[in-house]
Structure formats: structure tokens, C-alpha cells
């Protein structure tokens, strides 16, 4: 592996100093920031533009203990039961104990959860939740509506500055291995010198060729971070949605249709019109995300089919364009009308689970280096997450970094004197090995996989990596490219070491 993907002389480079930079402008970034010290000048990089996160597309919502008749053991024993019996307990509990809380303060920042006729939180079901716990606004636009009030709460802090359009090529460590800045791409090479650096910047989806995730999400940040010595862990278990909606005739998934929409009565049905999920597990068609998408693959592959159906018939057109109104839109525009037609629907990624290892104040194995979010792997998920807990744990993790970073005296590490190696040859034709990148996750390290097609993944991967190793990567693209290669590596690594299996990470072979 690279240490470093720029190739540029460190002196050649301008240089900014601030005392933290967070990379990444999601839930996590942004919560974060907002939490710092105003005594602490703060960067927040964001890849593209601060709307093009991951959380704006979230639909279902905020899973958190606000009813009278839920409990925070129940939560607990849910995330717990849904993570396959790997999660960690303790952060697990730290999530949910503090989730209110955090629901709390997004309320005092006017976040506008919906609520019901009589003044209460709405609260809705979805997979192997036990109760109703999870909170949404705008019937299912709850991503974008958190990210206009946070947008808005960071944009009056006079210590956080948004820096958009630039790429983290790097995490800079000294010469005692703690990091100490990173390099950024705009238009050229920048350092940003800093203190204490917070790694927000989200999962892998682009890695697959089926998934929910903005096309921006590549890995950039779990790469980085592992280069500059960083644990990773957990990084088999990537979650697939069950739903999202297929245009059966491209083969091309389009967007998501939240589970909400199962919680609200949906039922899946297969090719031939039967609901399925009876008989399957005791959940239904709310069993864990894991079986329903392994049961709708397994449907699919026997009829031969590229979808399922999900029906919401029983549903009427008022109660559905009020309940739902992106979906009802989006279904609307491929000329489904969700209360009187099935709506073809196929599993994609979705969700990361492992990332970079991360204790209880998201503190990785490189000191003054911090992760927090979807990139982070905190173990609160397991093999598995439960529907609605990854913008909870962005809340919870994120809280916990700024409290960790506003107490700490650390000092400023020096900047190391680097030449990176100049030993390189032509660019790359990104294009072609993205595809293949994806197409080997996508048909090996899926939602069934075995020891064959695993290892048939891996070695076209080396062979992409190989190439890589020499080549000059330059611009952003090309750095996007070779972190795909990279995190699809240790996936398929991760999947080769688990012979049993565990929750997400399924073996026909085990
Ligand atoms: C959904 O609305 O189904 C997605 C929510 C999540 O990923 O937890």
C-alpha cells in the first residue's frame, strides 16, 4: 500500500493551520463542529457541496427511546439482536442511553420532527424494532430537513469554516506516527495543519454497483486513515438495503423506499404475486434488514427475476402522499401510483458497519486522529445495524468527539518533511477500472458469498491495486479510484477470514 497518494514536494504545497479539521459535511461532520469550543478554530472539508451528504437522502428517520411505553433496555436489546451477537455492548448502551438527549438538542435547533394530531412525536416502526421509536420530519425528507437546520446552526459559528470541493488525499502523521494535518485537493495540493483531525466522511456505496449512497461515497476517508496506520475493523459486514426501486427493464436501482413503508403495512410479494416473508422469520416483513434482503435475493434468483414487489395498496393515495411524500413522488415519476400498484423493489448496498476502530470518544489507534459516523466503526452495530440508529450514532459519536477534543491539551505535532516518490507513470483510465472494481464487489462480496468467488474478487483486485501502486494518480478521480480498490480489498479480506455466517456477511459455503 501507498503511504501517501499526493505527489508533490511538501514545500511546494501552501499550508493553513487551524486547530481541528474535520473532513466530511454530513450529520457527523457537522454535529461535531458545532459542538467545539468557540476557542478552537475549526475546519469542516466537505468533498463536493455541503447538500451532496449522504444524510440529506436519509429517509426513515431517528430511532430513540421519546414514548411512554418504550424503554432504553429495549432499544438496547433490539440493536443488540439485530447486530448478530457481535455488537459492542457498552457503546451500544452509551447510544441509546444518550439518544434522547441528542433528539433534545436537535429540537432546541428546530429540527421539525413531525408529530401527530394530538401534538406528539409520529413515531413509526421498521425492521426489528420492538416498538415505535423512530422519529422523522417531513414524513420522510428527515435527513434533509436535520441538514437545513444544522447547515444553518454551523453557518453562525464564528470559529468553523466550510471549506467545499476539496478532495483528503491525505492524513499527515509525524515522525512519532501521531497525525498532524492532512492534504487537501482543490484545484492543486494544500495542507491543513491541525490538532486534532475528525474522519466524518461516510461509508463505501460506490464501491458496489447496485446502492442508496451519493455517488461521492468511495472510501476516501477509511483509506486514508488506514494508510496513516489507522485500526480498521468489522469490515466484512456491509448492509443492503432491502428496498430500494428497480426499473426492471434498465436492471438500474433508482432510489430508496424506506422501510417506514413496511412499518406503515407494506408486504413484500414475490414474482408471482405471494407474500414471502410469512413463515421466514417471526418478524415478517419486518424481520432485520440482513434476512429480508437475503430472502428477497433468494427470491429473486429462484423466479429469476431482478426485483420483488412491495405492496402498499392497503393504503390510501391521501394517507401516502402525506406520509411519504418523496417516495410517493419518486414512484410517481416511473409511473407507479403506490396505493394501487406494486412496486417493483430489489436490495442494494446501503450501510457500512466497519470502518475505522474507534473507542467510546471516537478516538482511532493513530493519536490525534478521530473518527465519527457512517466511516467510523464504533461496533455499535455489530454484524448488522438496526434501521434508524446510524443518524443516532452520528449524533451520539459525534457529541462524543467534540466533548473528547474540547478537554484535551494536546500540543500541535510537527509537520513531517516528506518527499513522496516521483516513480510513477502514466494516468489511469478511471472509467474502466471503477466498473470492474464495482462489478467484482457487486457479484462476489454481495449479499450471499463464498470462498470461490471471494478469492476470484480479491485477485482482480491485487491485479487493479498492483497497477495502481505505480501510476500517478494526480487528481481527485484517480485518488477515488484506488481508494475504491483499496476498501473493496479489505473488505473481501475481512469476508475471507469469517468462515461463519454472521449477520450481513453471508456464506452459501459455511
Ligand atoms: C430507511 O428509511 O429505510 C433507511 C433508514 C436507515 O438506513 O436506517
Redesign the pocket.
Known amino acids: 500500500m501507498r503511504r501517501y497518494l499526493f505527489q508533490k514536494d511538501f514545500q511546494d504545497m501552501p499550508m493553513v493551520q487551524y486547530d481541528v479539521v474535520i473532513v466530511g459535511g454530513g450529520l457527523a461532520g457537522l454535529y461535531t463542529a458545532l459542538q467545539l469550543n468557540e476557542g478552537l478554530s475549526c475546519a469542516v472539508l466537505v468533498k463536493d457541496r455541503l447538500n451532496t451528504c449522504n444524510t440529506s437522502l ?4 431517528v ?1 430513540a427511546v421519546v414514548e411512554p411505553e418504550d424503554e432504553t433496555r429495549l432499544h438496547l436489546e433490539d440493536t443488540l439482536k439485530a447486530a448478530a451477537g457481535i455488537a459492542d455492548k457498552e457503546l451500544a448502551r452509551l447510544m441509546v442511553e444518550q439518544g434522547p438527549k441528542e433528539i433534545d438538542r436537535l429540537v432546541s435547533l428546530g429540527v421539525p420532527f413531525d408529530k401527530n394530531p394530538e401534538g406528539k412525536w409520529h413515531t413509526t416502526k ?2 426489528a424494532h420492538t416498538r415505535k421509536r ?1 422519529l422523522h420530519c417531513g414524513g ?1 425528507a ?1 435527513g434533509r430537513l436535520i441538514m437545513d437546520r444544522l447547515k444553518t446552526a454551523v453557518a453562525e459559528k464564528p470559529n468553523v469554516e466550510i471549506l467545499e470541493n476539496r478532495f483528503l488525499v491525505d492524513v499527515l502523521t509525524g515522525e512519532n506516527g501521531r497525525a498532524c494535518g492532512v492534504v487537501a485537493f482543490e484545484n492543486d495540493y494544500c495542507i491543513l495543519s491541525a490538532k486534532a483531525m475528525v474522519i466524518c466522511t461516510g461509508g463505501i456505496g460506490r464501491v458496489y454497483r447496485h446502492t ?1 449512497n451519493r455517488h461521492s461515497i468511495t472510501g476516501d476517508g477509511i483509506a486514508a486513515a488506514a494508510r496513516a496506520g489507522a485500526t480498521l475493523k468489522h469490515m466484512e459486514f456491509v ?1 443492503f ?1 432491502p ?1 430500494a426501486f428497480m426499473d426492471t427493464e434498465s436492471g438500474k436501482t433508482r432510489f ?6 413496511r412499518g406503515e403495512g407494506g408486504i413484500l410479494r414475490n414474482p408471482s404475486g405471494n407474500p414471502f416473508m410469512e413463515g421466514r422469520h417471526e418478524l415478517k416483513d419486518l424481520a432485520p ?1 440482513d434476512v429480508v434482503a437475503r430472502e428477497i435475493f433468494l427470491e429473486m434468483k429462484k423466479a429469476g427475476t431482478n426485483h420483488v414487489f412491495l405492496d402498499i395498496t392497503t393504503r390510501s393515495k391521501n394517507f401516502l402522499s402525506k406520509r411519504f411524500p418523496t417516495i410517493y413522488r419518486n414512484c410517481l415519476e416511473q409511473g407507479v401510483h403506490m396505493e394501487q400498484d406494486l412496486i417493483p423493489v430489489a436490495p442494494v448496498q ?2 457500512f458497519m466497519g470502518g475505522i476502530e474507534t473507542n467510546r470518544y471516537g478516538q482511532t489507534s493513530v493519536e490525534n486522529l478521530y473518527a465519527a459516523g457512517e466511516a467510523a466503526c464504533t461496533g455499535v452495530h455489530g454484524a448488522n ?7 443516532l450514532e452520528c449524533l451520539v459519536f459525534g457529541s462524543q468527539c467534540a466533548r473528547h477534543i474540547n478537554t484535551e491539551k494536546s500540543s500541535k505535532e510537527v509537520l513531517p518533511g516528506i518527499s513522496p516518490s516521483h516513480k510513477t507513470i502514466s494516468p489511469v483510465d478511471t472509467e474502466s477500472i471503477e466498473k470492474k472494481i464495482r462489478n467484482l464487489m457487486q457479484d462476489y462480496a454481495g449479499i450471499v458469498r463464498n470462498e470461490k468467488g471471494l478469492q476470484r474478487a480479491l485477485s482482480g483486485l491485487h491485479g487493479i491495486l498492483k497497477d495502481l501502486e505505480v501510476r500517478d494518480l494526480r487528481h481527485g478521480q484517480p485518488m477515488e479510484v484506488y481508494n475504491m480498490a483499496f476498501v473493496g480489498k479489505e473488505i473481501i479480506n475481512a469476508a475471507l477470514k469469517r468462515k461463519q455466517s454472521t449477520g450481513a456477511h453471508y456464506r452459501d459455503d459455511s
Open positions: 436519509a429517509q426513515g428517520g430511532a421498521e425492521g423512530v420522510d428527515t442508496t448492509q438495503h428496498t430508496l423506499i424506506s422501510e417506514a413503508v434488514r446501503h450501510y445495524r438496526l434501521a434508524s440508529n446510524s443518524l
